[in-house]
């Protein structure tokens, strides 16, 4: 590499020594300023959107990719809600930022066979699970608030 | 299918809504997501989908970096509150005085007047260009307005005569200004009262005139804004009026530099109600100010080339022979009131953008001094990923915060300076009581705030943001950028200390003027006590007159410590002009020739201290058949006589010979900065003026003088009320007031820029010696003495300095030049000010370099070995 070109993809692939450089200063920096996250309860986090709740639920049972979650959510809803792309990826961004969900490396992406390489996968995290729980613990409890004053179904 | 691959190549397009970080990150995966769309749904529902899907997440995606920026910039700015209160006080200083000159501006230029299409109106003067004396703006006599009323270039044309009107009030006197105005005064000016309703044209016939509209503040002070106010009355001049109409707030026209010469806001308007006589007799006298509306489509230059056309056929028609020669002047009505002010707004405004660009590369400065300390912050950000455009912005953002943090700060300041300035009172700047900091101006201020924060803050992110991460991570210290940006750094400081000279010595050439302005000679002396007094009704003789003044300054003369009591027709200073023909006997004459002419008493130029040069005072009591006395002005001698004795020269003014007596020196009349003209004087008490000065010089308390005088003057008649006392001091400084307030504004601004430019040229020396710690530790290890390394660090800052001076003092030389105009006794390219300046300047900067060179000294080599 010279040192002309801007460095930026290349300087720290894993194995290198600039690969543990950089991890170096992101440990010796950088920790502070992320600690907050790990603090993070489920609580903090919650109410959801009704986006983000939805797409934790399809990432529920299996690792999905974008496409596939608009699908899901557009099922689940009986088409009633329909990700665009902007949207889909603006809130997984944010869920990514806080630990809902992680993005898959290679190694850990589904089978070969409904593989499409040029797709990212998405799996939910353990707090990512918790959230999803406790948001729904939240929804149940409000709507059983409200079955007592027969505002809601009875249960069938 | 084509129409499928146009539709993503479309959303392709729309993705560069969004930030790029983001694009770059999932654009590939949301054209996907729209491809597989398309397949299975209807494409119209998927682009009603799409498009406020974009609108929404895209802002939203924008709005959270902007936060994220925002939490980060507030940390950054909290981590070093030395830079952050450097910073903030300079933006305040920029952006603060900014903000003030432009509601100044906003209150003058921009803020609608309170008539209806300002800019469709016009005034008409009359100048003379026979004769010199005669101003420009003259206002048209009454023949001339009544001979215009047929022309094609206006839809209306009105007139009015601003005075000054003497109202009882439960016994007491008191002098109010107004106008008596022709009947369709209101409409052309399509104002409306708040009350009732305006003149009309049928109140402006005679024996209907009895009528009057009042302003908001004489309501508000004489009737306590009792909403029952119409149908009262007022006692005008001996006159009884019954108010028909409030006007609102606003308009008090005309007011305080309306036109040249224009008097006191107005406070009521009555019809003008003239006499046949008055409207077609030239000799009668009278004349009114005269406003036009321009027709639609009609510009100024045709109207100007009709009333021309008009005034050319009427002139030799209603003019008496030896007066001819009127034109007519067209003018745009907002130019003539805010014409004298706008070279004045200008320089300001000059002045207080040399100050924000000051201000903006004095933050630049820092920030880029902050940025080669995050040196290491950028290499780690960008070896995460982060890209140079998200890395930009964030500079950037916290540049906005720091600009906009400034801002407010700088509206406080804003504020503050402009109660100094209306207590300072300018002097002829038009509605400048209406001062305000409004929606507009705070728009403004913000709007100035994001530019200056962008302006300052492009420059240090775009270099901060160009991180060599190699070489960084190379060398893993502080270098990795200081190189490139310390050449800019340099530029900007050099940039300072040049703007800070032109500024500097811009105000050091008005301070020189303004020095020179207070010592003028005046020719009087400044503690003279002096007050105006006028007759109206009941004094229409001489003899009366003559009675009224002997009994006055019987009286007056009798007062503890009064040494000389005088009269005089005008006073200096007084903006009353007087001027008459001269014809000098055995002498051809000269084309028109024009002087002043007052009528004084010999204890007049006593109490003034004005010095007899040459022979002696007329005698005050000389009999009406005598041939007449009279005194010249050294000026007049100097004119007409310069080789000749001027005692006892002959000449006519009107249709009698007077005998020249003696001479006295010159008088400043109309302005300090004004030469005297040629003046004659005639003995007062052989032509008595209803309007006249009394001044009295004593060896008493000015303020314990005027009540005594007034009760004199109350005792005599209880209708004459004593106006405007005060001092020849107070004249003066009224006199000076634009100029003073000019120096000081353009001195405050300097200072401000000279003090701005040093905290930057310290802040880089101090910079500078950091960076270079060990080097400057291995000289002194190796022996340099203490003088070498002081030599080190103060020569750089001098070095600058002195490259900042060389641009400064050119750009002085070719600014000046244009300013020319400003100065009064001191050429632009005054020696004084260009070596004053460039000294003081070369003074305060090797004090802001010794301080970080004299740390530089104390540095211990051991530890700055250790250092880097």
Same mark, same amino acid.
């Given at each position: 590499?010279?040192?002309?070109?801007?460095?930026?993809? /290349?300087?720290?692939?894993?194995?290198?020594?600039?690969?543990?450089?950089?991890?170096?200063?992101?440990?010796?920096?950088?920790?502070?300023?992320?600690?907050?996250?790990?603090?993070? /309860?489920?609580?903090?986090?919650?109410?959801?959107?009704?986006?983000?709740?939805?797409?934790?639920?399809?990432?529920?049972?299996?690792?999905?990719?974008?496409?596939?979650?608009?699908?899901?959510?557009?099922?689940?809803?009986?088409?009633?809600?329909?990700?665009?792309?902007?949207?889909?990826?603006?809130?997984?961004?944010?869920?990514?930022?806080?630990?809902?969900?992680?993005?898959?490396?290679?190694?850990?992406?589904?089978?070969?066979?409904?593989?499409?390489?040029?797709?990212?996968?998405?799996?939910? /995290?353990?707090?990512?699970?918790? +959230?999803?729980?406790?948001?729904?613990?939240?929804?149940?409890?409000?709507?059983?608030?409200?079955? +007592?004053?027969?505002?809601?179904?009875?249960?069938? | 299918?084509?129409?499928?691959?146009?539709?993503?190549? #479309?959303?392709?397009?729309?993705?560069?809504?969004?930030?790029?970080?983001?694009?770059?990150?999932?654009?590939?995966?949301?054209?996907?997501?729209?491809?597989?769309?398309?397949?299975?749904?209807?494409?119209?529902?998927?682009?009603?989908?799409?498009?406020?899907?974009?609108?929404? %997440?895209?802002?939203?995606?924008?709005?959270? #970096?902007?936060?994220?920026?925002?939490?980060?910039?507030?940390?950054?700015?909290?981590?070093?509150?030395?830079?952050?209160?450097?910073?903030?006080?300079?933006?305040?200083?920029?952006?603060?005085?900014?903000?003030?000159?432009?509601?100044?501006?906003?209150?003058?230029?921009?803020?609608?007047?309170?008539?209806?299409?300002?800019?469709?109106?016009?005034?008409?003067?009359?100048?003379?260009?026979?004769?010199?004396?005669?101003?420009?703006?003259?206002?048209? %006599?009454?023949?001339?307005?009544?001979?215009?009323?047929?022309?094609?270039?206006?839809?209306?044309?009105?007139?009015?005569?601003?005075?000054?009107?003497?109202?009882?009030?439960?016994?007491?006197?008191?002098?109010?200004?107004?106008?008596?105005?022709?009947?369709?005064?209101?409409?052309?000016?399509?104002?409306?009262?708040?009350?009732?309703?305006?003149?009309?044209?049928? =109140?402006?016939?005679? !024996?209907? *005139?009895?009528?009057?509209?009042?302003?908001?503040?004489?309501?508000?002070?004489?009737? %306590?804004? @009792?909403?029952?106010?119409?149908?009262?009355?007022?006692?005008?001049?001996?006159?009884?009026?019954?108010?028909?109409?409030?006007?609102?707030?606003?308009?008090?026209?005309?007011?305080?530099?309306?036109?040249?010469?224009?008097?006191?806001?107005?406070?009521?308007?009555?019809?003008?109600?003239?006499?046949?006589?008055?409207?077609?007799?030239?000799?009668?006298?009278?004349?009114?100010?005269?406003?036009?509306?321009?027709?639609?489509?009609?510009?100024?230059?045709?109207?100007?080339?009709?009333?021309?056309?008009?005034?050319?056929?009427?002139?030799?028609? #209603?003019?008496?022979?030896?007066?001819?020669?009127?034109?007519?002047?067209?003018?745009?009505?907002? =130019?003539?009131?805010?014409?004298?002010? &706008?070279?004045?707004?200008?320089?300001?405004?000059?002045?207080?953008?040399?100050?924000?660009?000051?201000?903006?590369?004095?933050?630049?400065?820092?920030?880029?001094?902050?940025?080669?300390?995050?040196?290491?912050?950028?290499?780690?950000?960008?070896?995460?990923?982060?890209?140079?455009?998200?890395?930009? &912005?964030?500079?950037?953002?916290?540049?906005?915060?720091?600009?906009?943090?400034?801002?407010?700060?700088?509206?406080?300041?804003?504020?503050?300076?402009?109660?100094?300035? $209306?207590?300072?009172?300018?002097?002829?700047?038009?509605?400048? =009581?209406?001062?305000?900091?409004?929606?507009?101006?705070?728009?403004?201020?913000?709007?100035?705030?994001?530019?200056?924060?962008?302006?300052?803050?492009? $420059?240090?992110?775009?270099?901060?943001?160009?991180?060599?991460?190699?070489?960084?991570?190379?060398?893993?210290?502080?270098?990795?950028?200081?190189?490139?940006?310390?050449?800019?750094?340099? !530029?900007?400081?050099?940039?300072?200390?040049?703007?800070?000279?032109?500024?500097?010595?811009?105000?050091?050439?008005?301070?020189?003027?303004?020095?020179?302005?207070?010592?003028?000679?005046?020719?009087?002396?400044?503690?003279?006590?002096?007050?105006?007094?006028?007759?109206?009704?009941?004094?229409?003789?001489?003899?009366?007159?003559?009675?009224?003044?002997?009994?006055?300054?019987?009286?007056?003369?009798?007062?503890?410590?009064?040494?000389?009591?005088?009269?005089?027709?005008?006073?200096?200073?007084?903006?009353?002009?007087?001027?008459?023909?001269?014809?000098?006997?055995?002498?051809?004459?000269?084309?028109? *020739?024009?002087?002043?002419?007052?009528?004084?008493?010999? @204890?007049?130029?006593?109490?003034? !201290?004005?010095?007899?040069?040459?022979?002696?005072?007329?005698?005050?009591?000389?009999?009406?058949?005598?041939?007449?006395?009279?005194?010249?002005?050294?000026?007049?001698?100097?004119?007409?006589?310069? &080789?000749?004795?001027? #005692?006892?020269?002959?000449?006519?003014?009107?249709?009698?010979?007077?005998?020249?007596?003696?001479?006295?020196?010159?008088?400043?009349?109309?302005?300090?900065?004004?030469?005297?003209?040629?003046?004659?004087?005639?003995?007062?008490?052989?032509?008595?003026?209803?309007?006249?000065?009394?001044?009295?010089? %004593?060896?008493?308390?000015?303020?314990?003088?005027?009540?005594?005088?007034?009760?004199?003057?109350? !005792?005599?008649?209880?209708?004459?009320?004593?106006?405007?006392?005060?001092?020849?001091? *107070?004249?003066?400084?009224?006199?000076?007031?634009?100029?003073?307030?000019?120096?000081?504004?353009?001195?405050?601004?300097?200072?401000?820029?000279?003090? $701005?430019?040093?905290?930057?040229?310290?802040?880089?020396?101090?910079?500078?010696?950091? *960076?270079?710690?060990?080097?400057?530790?291995?000289?002194?290890?190796?022996?340099?003495?203490?003088?070498?390394?002081?030599?080190?660090?103060?020569?750089?800052?001098?070095?600058?300095?002195?490259?900042?001076?060389?641009?400064?003092?050119?750009?002085?030389?070719?600014?000046?030049?244009?300013?020319?105009?400003?100065?009064?006794?001191?050429?632009?390219?005054?020696?004084?000010?260009?070596?004053?300046?460039?000294?003081?300047?070369?003074?305060?900067?090797?004090?802001?370099?010794?301080?970080?060179?004299?740390?530089?000294?104390?540095? =211990?080599?051991?530890?700055?070995?250790?250092?880097?």
């Amino acid at each position: 590499m010279t040192g002309d070109q801007h460095p930026q993809y /290349t300087a720290y692939e894993k194995g290198t020594p600039r690969y543990y450089i950089a991890r170096h200063y992101i440990v010796m920096r950088y920790t502070s300023n992320v600690k907050h996250l790990q603090d993070l /309860t489920p609580s903090d986090l919650l109410p959801l959107t009704p986006q983000v709740f939805h797409i934790l639920v399809a990432l529920a049972d299996r690792d999905q990719h974008g496409y596939c979650i608009m699908q899901d959510v557009a099922e689940r809803t009986g088409g009633s809600m329909r990700l665009s792309p902007g949207t889909l990826y603006g809130s997984i961004k944010r869920m990514l930022e806080q630990g809902l969900i992680v993005e898959l490396r290679d190694k850990d992406r589904p089978d070969a066979r409904d593989d499409d390489e040029r797709r990212r996968y998405y799996r939910l /995290t353990p707090f990512g699970r918790k +959230v999803v729980k406790a948001e729904a613990a939240r929804l149940s409890e409000m709507v059983e608030q409200a079955r +007592v004053y027969g505002l809601a179904p009875k249960r069938g | 299918m084509a129409w499928r691959r146009s539709a993503v190549r #479309i959303y392709r397009a729309l993705l560069f809504a969004y930030p790029a970080e983001f694009r770059h990150e999932y654009g590939s995966e949301m054209v996907q997501l729209f491809e597989d769309r398309l397949q299975s749904e209807p494409a119209l529902r998927v682009w009603l989908d799409t498009l406020p899907d974009v609108a929404s %997440s895209a802002l939203k995606e924008h709005l959270h #970096i902007l936060a994220a920026g925002l939490v980060y910039g507030a940390r950054m700015i909290r981590k070093s509150p030395a830079f952050t209160l450097v910073a903030l006080f300079a933006m305040a200083l920029g952006i603060g005085a900014t903000t003030a000159v432009f509601s100044l501006i906003n209150a003058v230029l921009i803020r609608s007047l309170p008539y209806g299409d300002p800019e469709r109106l016009v005034y008409i003067w009359t100048p003379n260009p026979r004769f010199k004396e005669i101003p420009l703006e003259m206002a048209p %006599s009454h023949p001339d307005f009544y001979a215009w009323q047929n022309n094609q270039s206006f839809s209306d044309l009105t007139m009015f005569s601003p005075g000054s009107f003497r109202m009882l009030d439960g016994g007491q006197v008191q002098r109010i200004s107004g106008a008596e105005v022709a009947g369709n005064f209101f409409s052309t000016l399509r104002a409306r009262p708040l009350l009732g309703r305006a003149i009309e044209p049928e =109140d402006d016939r005679p !024996g209907h *005139q009895h009528v009057v509209v009042i302003s908001d503040v004489l309501w508000r002070s004489r009737f %306590s804004s @009792a909403p029952n106010v119409l149908g009262n009355t007022l006692h005008l001049n001996r006159e009884i009026y019954t108010i028909v109409g409030v006007m609102p707030p606003k308009f008090r026209y005309p007011g305080r530099a309306d036109f040249p010469d224009s008097g006191d806001a107005t406070d009521l308007w009555i019809p003008a109600a003239l006499a046949p006589v008055q409207k077609s007799d030239f000799n009668a006298g009278g004349d009114g100010v005269t406003i036009g509306r321009l027709k639609p489509g009609v510009s100024v230059k045709q109207a100007q080339a009709e009333m021309s056309g008009i005034e050319a056929r009427i002139d030799p028609i #209603i003019h008496p022979a030896e007066w001819r020669g009127w034109v007519a002047l067209v003018r745009p009505f907002i =130019d003539t009131a805010i014409g004298p002010v &706008r070279p004045l707004l200008w320089l300001l405004m000059g002045a207080v953008s040399l100050v924000l660009l000051i201000a903006c590369s004095n933050v630049a400065n820092l920030l880029l001094a902050r940025a080669a300390g995050r040196v290491h912050e950028m290499g780690v950000r960008t070896a995460l990923g982060a890209e140079r455009v998200r890395l930009v &912005r964030q500079m950037l953002t916290e540049a906005l915060v720091l600009a906009l943090g400034g801002g407010m700060l700088g509206i406080l300041i804003a504020y503050a300076a402009l109660r100094v300035v $209306l207590r300072v009172q300018p002097g002829n700047i038009p509605r400048l =009581d209406e001062t305000s900091l409004d929606a507009r101006v705070l728009l403004f201020t913000v709007g100035a705030s994001l530019l200056t924060g962008l302006g300052f803050g492009l $420059l240090p992110a775009l270099a901060a943001s160009r991180v060599n991460l190699n070489s960084l991570l190379k060398q893993g210290g502080n270098k990795g950028v200081a190189g490139t940006s310390n050449s800019l750094r340099n !530029g900007l400081i050099v940039t300072q200390v040049a703007l800070s000279v032109i500024l500097l010595a811009g105000a050091g050439l008005l301070i020189r003027s303004y020095l020179k302005v207070q010592s003028v000679d005046t020719g009087f002396a400044p503690s003279t006590l002096t007050m105006n007094l006028t007759m109206d009704e009941g004094y229409e003789t001489p003899q009366k007159l003559d009675h009224y003044f002997r009994s006055l300054i019987g009286q007056v003369k009798q007062l503890p410590g009064v040494e000389h009591a005088g009269l005089v027709s005008a006073l200096p200073l007084s903006h009353r002009e007087s001027i008459s023909k001269v014809e000098i006997k055995g002498h051809t004459v000269k084309k028109d *020739q024009m002087v002043d002419d007052r009528a004084a008493t010999t @204890a007049y130029f006593e109490s003034m !201290g004005i010095q007899l040069l040459e022979g002696r005072f007329f005698a005050d009591e000389a009999p009406h058949d005598h041939p007449a006395e009279m005194m010249v002005s050294q000026s007049f001698a100097k004119l007409y006589f310069p &080789r000749e004795t001027v #005692i006892g020269q002959q000449f006519r003014s009107g249709d009698q010979w007077h005998t020249i007596v003696g001479v006295v020196a010159d008088v400043r009349h109309s302005s300090l900065e004004e030469s005297p003209r040629p003046t004659v004087y005639s003995p007062f008490m052989q032509r008595p003026d209803n309007h006249s000065y009394l001044t009295v010089r %004593s060896t008493g308390a000015p303020d314990q003088l005027i009540s005594s005088i007034a009760k004199i003057v109350r !005792g005599l008649d209880p209708t004459i009320a004593p106006q405007h006392p005060g001092t020849m001091r *107070q004249l003066m400084s009224e006199a000076t007031s634009a100029r003073r307030f000019q120096t000081v504004a353009l001195s405050v601004f300097a200072a401000v820029a000279v003090f $701005l430019a040093l905290v930057g040229l310290y802040g880089l020396m101090a910079y500078a010696v950091k *960076q270079r710690t060990a080097e400057i530790g291995i000289r002194i290890a190796l022996g340099a003495p203490a003088a070498r390394v002081l030599a080190l660090i103060v020569g750089k800052g001098l070095a600058l300095v002195t490259a900042g001076l060389v641009f400064g003092l050119a750009g002085t030389l070719a600014l000046t030049r244009l300013g020319a105009s400003w100065l009064y006794g001191v050429s632009p390219a005054d020696p004084l000010t260009l070596i004053a300046v460039p000294l003081l300047i070369l003074t305060v900067a090797l004090v802001a370099c010794l301080i970080p060179a004299w740390k530089a000294t104390r540095i =211990d080599p051991v530890t700055a070995l250790c250092y880097d």
